[in-house]
């Protein structure tokens, strides 16, 4: 069984950055496009962007568009999510999630991190 361990989420204020870091157990990353969702109490989990195994191309959701980026590190089995100007509304639990190939519904999902607390403040 695959395991993905997010880290890197805390408490940070609107305007500031956070760097994620999501590392599977295994060479999971080298075979599965990658991907990043949240979700903020009391709503669904958002897609956030996904970036892909056969030629690394990402792409967002317009929420996050030109504030986020997502980065792979294959050697070291990591998936990054770095997150810049962060406002407010950014503040949920975020996961990564590895599968073959993943929709913006979390489709195609197949292993899920447990998730790491990204907290800002205004």
């Known amino acids: 069984q695959v395991q993905l361990e997010e880290s890197g989420g805390g408490l940070v204020q609107a305007g500031g950055s956070l760097r994620l870091s999501c590392t599977a157990s295994d060479r999971t990353l080298r075979t599965r496009s990658m991907g990043w969702f949240r979700q903020a109490p009391g709503k669904e989990r958002e897609f956030i962007g996904r970036?892909?195994?056969?030629?690394?191309?990402?792409y967002y959701a317009d929420s996050v568009k030109g504030r986020f980026a997502i980065s792979r590190d294959n050697a070291k089995n990591t998936v990054y999510l770095e997150m810049n100007n962060l406002k407010p509304e950014d503040t949920a639990v975020y996961y990564c999630a590895a599968g073959v190939a993943i929709s913006i519904t979390g489709s195609g999902v197949d292993y899920w991190g447990e998730g790491t607390l990204v907290t800002v403040s205004s």
């Open positions: 970036i892909r195994q056969i030629d690394g191309i990402t």
